[in-house]
């Protein structure tokens, strides 16, 4: 769990005990959150087997607030580990531009590429703080959306084990396409 409650430095401290310290670029700490720019902030934080689920049932949450919608057919990466060619499988929670508003959408894909995905239905670029919490668990890939009704897809997906480091607010290569998210992030959490 990122606190994200920093009011200096570049390191983003994992508050879970497993030690997954994150490096933080460009952002600006405010003891309550992150400010992320849209064009080169974001945090990454090394690999390690605790982000690693395997087969076992997890959630991945982001608290956050933006009043900047992506651009059309665009999206943001609030957080992920891993990317559609990674060997090894990826999961990821975005704000995705979808029919002129701001939605959550849930990806989780299995080493074997078999993937799940939900999308919440509120808009999220509003100004006002919202926690999307994405879990997968034997049966399906549910969202749910603050502390809205939740939203599942139905489905089993295998092992989900990379090597790719975990980023949160864009991806972790960072560069043109990175899907740099504009706003404040205030938590993140695997579990």
């Not at 974001?42 to 997890?58: E, H, K, Q, R």
């Not at 939740?150 to 990379?162: A, D, E």
């Not at 396409?177 to 504009?182: I, L, M, Q």
Request: net charge negative.
């Amino acid at each position: 769990m990122w606190q994200l409650d920093e009011t200096s430095g570049s390191t983003a401290f994992d508050s879970s005990g497993n030690g997954n310290d994150g490096t933080a670029f460009n952002v600006i700490m405010d003891g309550s959150g992150y400010q992320f720019d849209g064009s080169s902030s974001l945090v990454v934080v090394p690999t390690s087997p605790s982000l690693n689920p395997g087969t076992d049932a997890f959630s991945f949450s982001v608290t956050f607030q933006t009043s900047v919608p992506p651009g059309n057919g665009l999206d943001y990466d609030l957080m992920r580990k891993g990317l559609t060619t990674t060997t090894g499988g990826e999961y990821k929670v975005e704000i995705l531009q979808a029919n002129g508003k701001a939605r959550a959408l849930c990806v989780v894909k299995d080493s074997a590429k078999k993937a799940l995905q939900i999308r919440g239905t509120t808009d999220l670029a509003d100004g006002r703080v919202h926690t999307i919490t994405c879990s997968r668990t034997s049966s399906g890939l549910t969202v749910v959306v603050d502390d809205l009704a939740p939203r599942t897809k139905t489905g089993s997906t295998g092992t989900i084990s990379n090597s790719a480091p975990l980023s949160i607010g864009a991806k972790s290569e960072g560069g043109p396409g990175a899907d740099w998210f504009n706003g404040e992030i205030l938590q993140a959490g695997v579990s």
